[in-house]
């Protein structure tokens, strides 16, 4: 009987093993792309990014688009005047199979952006597909 409940407890547990690693394997490019964002380094982008990424955001009231090579190639190799004081949090992570979301915070003396973040896992890793944000000053 004991081993009957530990073997059902083994199939149970399996699931959310397998989802703390998926998530864990999701961090890696928000991390990536947090990184880039202290450093003003674009190959971190290209890392955390897909090459099929994009951004969309609303600018001047209007709705704008950037290809995620587009928003690489806004990271100059240096970091912004104001990065060493903003403080970069991954706020949560959720993933079901092969797709994810996250909400990270850009907490800076300027502004405080929120990032949300959609992901995809192909091939064993996970990139950002989806990149939509808020600023505020």
């Given at each position: 009987?004991i081993?009957?409940?530990?073997v059902?407890a083994?199939?149970?547990?399996?699931?959310?093993?397998?989802?703390?690693e998926d998530?864990?394997?999701?961090?890696?490019?928000?991390?990536?792309y947090?990184?880039?964002q202290a450093?003003?380094?674009?190959?971190l982008?290209?890392?955390?990014?897909?090459p099929?990424?994009?951004?969309?955001?609303?600018?001047?009231?209007?709705?704008?688009?950037?290809?995620a090579?587009e928003?690489?190639?806004?990271f100059?190799?240096k970091p912004?005047?104001?990065a060493?004081?903003?403080?970069r949090t991954?706020?949560r992570?959720?993933?079901?199979?092969?797709a994810?979301?996250?909400v990270?915070?850009?907490?800076g003396?300027?502004?405080?952006i929120?990032?949300?973040i959609?992901?995809?896992?192909r091939d064993g890793?996970w990139?950002?597909?989806?990149?939509?944000?808020h600023a505020?000053?």
């Open positions: 009987m081993r009957m409940f530990a059902i083994l199939f149970l547990a399996a699931p959310v093993a397998l989802a703390a998530a864990a394997g999701a961090r890696v490019p928000l991390e990536a947090l990184k880039a450093t003003g380094d674009a190959q982008i290209r890392d955390a990014f897909w099929e990424g994009h951004l969309v955001f609303i600018r001047e009231g209007k709705i704008s688009t950037l290809s090579e928003f690489a190639a806004r100059t190799g912004s005047p104001t060493a004081q903003t403080k991954i706020e992570v959720e993933v079901a199979g092969d994810g979301v996250a990270l915070t850009l907490d003396p300027t502004h405080r929120t990032d949300f959609t992901l995809l896992k890793a990139r950002i597909i989806h990149k939509s944000f505020q000053p």
